[in-house]
Nanobody, 127 residues
Framework: QVHLVESGGGSVQGGGSLRLSCAAS????????MGWFRQAPGKEREGVAA????????YYADSVKGRFTIAQDNANKTVYLQMDSLQPEDSAMYYC????????????????????WGQGTQVTVSS
C-alpha cells in the first residue's frame, strides 16, 4: 500500500552534516505518522525521530535531540532528517518508516507503531 525510498546517506567527518530524504508513494493518505530509525552492526534498532503527519508535532531520541531535525513536505510526500554535529556513534543504516494507526506520543519512536519500511541508507561518520 505504501512504498518508501530513502536517500542522502554517505560518508562524512565528525562534526559534519547530512540530510536524509524519504519519498513516499502509494496510499499515502493513510499515513498518520512517519519515523526515522537506525541500526548499527551488533546493536538493536533505535527510534531516532518521528512526526505526526497531520499536525506536524515532532519527537526525538535523547541521543540526537538538539542535533537532528525531522520535517515533512506534504505536497511532495517527502520526509527529511537533517543531521548536524554528526559523531562516529551516529554511524548506522538509517530507515524510514510509516504508520497507519494513531498512537500516543509515548509510542511514536517504537518499531511496532510502523507498518511500512524503506530499504535503508547508510551513514558513516569518521573521527
Amino acid at each position: 500500500q505504501v512504498h518508501l525510498v530513502e536517500s542522502g546517506g554517505g560518508s562524512v567527518q565528525g562534526g559534519g552534516s547530512l540530510r536524509l530524504s524519504c519519498a513516499a508513494s502509494g496510499k499515502t493518505f493513510s499515513i498518520n505518522e512517519m519515523g526515522w530509525f537506525r541500526q548499527a552492526p551488533g546493536k538493536e534498532r533505535e527510534g531516532v525521530a518521528a512526526i505526526y503527519t497531520g499536525g506536524g508535532s515532532t519527537y526525538y531520541a535523547d541521543s540526537v535531540k538538539g542535533r537532528f531535525t525531522i520535517a515533512q513536505d506534504n505536497a511532495n510526500k517527502t520526509v527529511y532528517l537533517q543531521m548536524d554535529s554528526l559523531q562516529p556513534e551516529d554511524s548506522a543504516m538509517y530507515y524510514c518508516a510509516a504508520g497507519r494507526a494513531w498512537v500516543h506520543w509515548e509510542r511514536i519512536l517504537l518499531s511496532p507503531t510502523y507498518n511500512y519500511w524503506g530499504q535503508g541508507t547508510q551513514v558513516t561518520v569518521s573521527s
